[in-house]
C-alpha cells in the first residue's frame, strides 16, 4: 500500500509538468490491451498449450513403441566363439543390432479413456479462458466507469467553486457597500475551502484509480495512463419480459456453467479409466536381431558385414495376454474415483447454484438501477427548479446564506446520485450484454 501511495505522489508530480494526459484511452482500447496483455490471460493461454499436448500424448499411445540398439565390443582371452561356440583364445571385435517393436491391441479401453480425458482437459482450458475473459472484461469496465464516474463528480464540485467565487467577488463589493456583512464572506471563503478540499480529494481519488487499473491490465507506462471521458446520455429501459427468463435464455452460453458440465464428465471418464485397469490386456511385441564378429589378427577369410548380418539374423514376434487377478491399489482406487466423482456433483451444483443466484441478482439490480435512475433524474429536475428558486431570493436578499448554502449542497447531492444511478445501471446493463454472449461482445470492441 505503502508503494501505491509513492506512485500516486509521483503520478501527482508528473502530471502537473506533462502534457501526456492529452492521450487518453477510451474503453475500447482498454480492453483490447487487457485481453491481449492480463498475465491471467497470458498464463491461461499456456495452460491450452500444454492441454493440447497432453492431447497429442494421448493420441500416441495408439502408436507402436519402436526402439533400436547397436553396441560394439572387444574381447580379449578365452571366449566362446558366437559362430562355432566353441572357446577359443582370441581377439574379437562383435557388433550387435537389435529392432524392439511392440503395440497394444487390446487393453481395457484405457487408451481410449485416457484420450478423452485430455480432450475434456482441453475444453476445460479454453472454458477458463472465456471465463478468465468474462471476468477480466466486467473488471475493467467496472474500473473504467467508475473513473467517469468521479470525473463527473469532479465537474459537479468544479461548477460549485465556480459559483461560489462569483458569489464571494459579488458579496465583497455588498460588504463594501455596507448592504452585507464580513460574517457572510467569511461563511463563503469557509465554503469555498470545503469545495476546495473535495475537489483535491476527488482529483487523487481519480488519480488512484487510474493507477490501479493501469497496474490491473499491465501497462507499463502507468505514470501518462489516463481513460478518456465517456459520458452516458439517456439510457433505455429494460426489457422486463426478457429480464425475467434471463437465466433460461443465457445458462448454455456462460462459461462458468460449461466449466461445471465438463469437470462432470471428466470425473465419470476418470471413474471409467479406474475400472479399465481390472480388465485383461493383450500385447503384440516383436524383436529382430543380428550381429557382426571379427576377430583381429587372423589371416584366414572371414565374412563380410553384411554377409554375417544377414546369415546371423533372428525375429521373434508374440503376443502376451495379461489377466489381473487381484491388484488391491486398483479397487482402492475405483473407490476414490467414485468420491470423487459425487464429491465433483456436489461442487458443480453449488457452483451452477451460485452463478444462477448472481443472475438473479442482476436482473433485479438492473431492476432496481432503472427505477433509482428515473427517479433520481426526476428529483434533480425538481431540485434544479427549487435552487433556481432559492438563487433569486438569495440574490435578492431574501435567503440567508445558511440556507442558500443547504440548497446548494443538496443539489449537489442530488446531481451525484442521479450519475451514481446512471453509470450503475448502466454497467448493469454490459455486464447482462456480456453473460448474453460474450464472443459478440468481444468482436463489437475489437471492431
Known amino acids: 500500500m505503502c508503494r501505491l501511495w509513492f506512485i500516486l505522489l509521483g503520478l501527482s508530480l508528473s502530471f502537473e509538468n506533462t502534457n501526456a494526459q492529452d492521450n487518453k484511452w477510451s474503453l475500447k482500447e482498454v480492453l483490447n490491451y487487457a485481453i491481449k496483455n492480463n498475465l491471467n490471460q497470458k498464463i491461461q493461454k499456456l495452460n491450452i498449450l500444454l492441454a493440447e499436448k497432453g492431447v497429442l500424448e494421448a493420441k500416441g499411445n495408439f502408436l507402436p513403441t519402436i526402439n533400436s540398439s547397436i553396441s560394439n565390443n572387444f574381447s580379449i582371452g578365452l571366449?566362446?566363439?558366437?559362430?562355432?561356440?566353441?572357446?577359443?583364445?582370441?581377439?574379437?571385435?562383435?557388433?550387435?543390432?537389435?529392432?524392439?517393436?511392440?503395440?497394444?491391441?487390446?487393453?481395457?479401453?484405457?487408451?481410449?479413456?485416457?484420450?478423452?480425458?485430455?480432450?475434456?482437459?482441453?475444453?476445460?482450458?479454453?472454458?477458463?479462458?472465456?471465463?478468465?475473459?468474462?471476468?477480466?472484461?466486467?473488471?475493467?469496465?467496472?474500473?473504467?466507469?467508475?473513473?467517469?464516474?468521479?470525473?463527473?463528480?469532479?465537474?459537479?464540485?468544479?461548477?460549485?467553486?465556480?459559483?461560489?467565487?462569483?458569489?464571494?467577488?459579488?458579496?465583497?463589493?455588498?460588504?463594501?457597500?455596507?448592504?452585507?456583512?464580513?460574517?457572510?464572506?467569511?461563511?463563503?471563503?469557509?465554503?469555498?475551502?470545503?469545495?476546495?478540499?473535495?475537489?483535491?480529494?476527488?482529483?487523487?481519488?481519480?488519480?488512484?484509480?487510474?493507477?490501479?487499473?493501469?497496474?490491473?491490465?499491465?501497462?507499463?507506462?502507468?505514470?501518462?495512463?489516463?481513460?478518456?471521458?465517456?459520458?452516458?446520455?439517456?439510457?433505455?429501459?429494460?426489457?422486463?419480459?426478457?429480464?425475467?427468463?434471463?437465466y433460461d435464455s443465457i445458462k448454455n452460453s456462460i462459461p462458468d456453467i460449461k466449466i461445471e458440465g465438463l469437470k462432470n464428465n471428466l470425473a465419470n471418464k476418470k471413474l471409467d479409466l479406474a475400472w479399465n485397469y481390472l480388465y485383461p490386456t493383450i500385447d503384440f511385441n516383436y524383436k529382430y536381431s543380428s550381429f557382426y564378429s571379427y576377430e583381429l589378427y587372423n589371416e584366414e577369410p572371414q565374412k563380410k558385414y553384411f554377409d554375417q548380418i544377414a546369415d546371423n539374423k533372428s525375429n521373434y514376434f508374440g503376443f502376451t495376454l495379461n489377466i489381473p487377478i487381484f491388484n488391491f491399489s486398483s479397487y482402492i482406487n475405483i473407490q476414490k474415483e467414485q468420491i470423487n466423482l459425487k464429491k465433483q456433483f456436489y461442487e458443480s451444483e453449488k457452483n451452477i447454484n451460485k452463478v444462477k443466484e448472481y443472475i438473479n441478482i442482476l436482473k433485479r439490480d438492473i431492476i432496481n438501477t432503472y427505477t433509482e435512475y428515473i427517479t433520481s433524474e426526476k428529483v434533480l429536475k425538481v431540485k434544479n427548479n427549487a435552487f433556481d428558486f432559492d438563487l433569486k431570493k438569495y440574490n435578492l436578499g431574501k435567503l440567508s446564506f445558511y440556507d442558500y448554502n443547504k440548497s446548494k449542497s443538496d443539489l449537489n447531492k442530488k446531481k451525484i446520485q442521479f450519475i451514481t444511478s446512471k453509470y450503475s445501471y448502466y454497467f448493469k446493463i454490459k455486464v447482462l450484454e456480456i453473460y448474453e454472449n460474450l464472443d459478440l461482445f468481444i468482436n463489437k470492441i475489437e471492431n
Open 79 to 246: 571366449r566362446p566363439d558366437p559362430i562355432t561356440n566353441t572357446n577359443e583364445n582370441r581377439i574379437r571385435m562383435n557388433n550387435n543390432l537389435n529392432l524392439n517393436i511392440s503395440m497394444p491391441l487390446l487393453n481395457g479401453l484405457k487408451n481410449i479413456n485416457k484420450y478423452r480425458i485430455s480432450l475434456l482437459n482441453l475444453y476445460i482450458n479454453q472454458s477458463l479462458l472465456d471465463k478468465n475473459k468474462k471476468d477480466l472484461i466486467i473488471d475493467v469496465i467496472n474500473k473504467f466507469f467508475n473513473i467517469i464516474k468521479s470525473k463527473e463528480e469532479t465537474k459537479i464540485i468544479k461548477e460549485s467553486i465556480k459559483v461560489f467565487n462569483q458569489n464571494l467577488k459579488k458579496t465583497k463589493i455588498l460588504v463594501e457597500n455596507g448592504k452585507k456583512t464580513k460574517q457572510e464572506i467569511a461563511n463563503l471563503e469557509a465554503q469555498l475551502a470545503t469545495e476546495e478540499l473535495k475537489l483535491l480529494k476527488k482529483t487523487n481519488e481519480i488519480k488512484m484509480s487510474n493507477l490501479l487499473l493501469a497496474l490491473y491490465i499491465n501497462i507499463e507506462d502507468i505514470y501518462n495512463f489516463d481513460v478518456e471521458s465517456k459520458e452516458v446520455y439517456e439510457l433505455s429501459p429494460p426489457n422486463m419480459k426478457y429480464i425475467e427468463y434471463i
